[in-house]
């Protein structure tokens, strides 16, 4: 990506971190933002995404898990 690389400092009030993943095909960021600042975070990020790259990014919102364990039926349901 070079040049159109979206740096992280340029959003540094809106993060907490952030990390490139996805080996250059398509890429990926990983965003940690604080929960009342995530509406900001997309707008701002995806209008330089926008202007940088030439089209819209996708954005996923996910929530801190109580991480790996068993899956059971009565959790799933």
């Known amino acids: ?3 159109r690389t979206i740096r992280k400092e340029l959003f540094a009030d ?11 095909f398509g890429s990926c960021a990983i965003a ?10 997309i707008i701002v990020v ?3 995404y926008e202007e940088q790259i030439g089209y819209g990014g996708t954005f996923y ?4 898990g109580d ?5 059971n039926r009565e ?3």
């Open 1 to 3: 990506m070079g040049g």
């Open 14 to 24: 809106l993060l907490v971190d952030a990390r490139m993943t996805g080996a250059g």
């Open 32 to 41: 940690i933002v604080e929960k009342q600042l995530t509406d900001s975070f």
């Open 46 to 48: 995806g209008k330089k």
């Open 61 to 64: 919102i996910a929530s801190i």
């Open 67 to 71: 991480g790996a364990r068993e899956i």
């Open 75 to 77: 959790v799933i349901i």
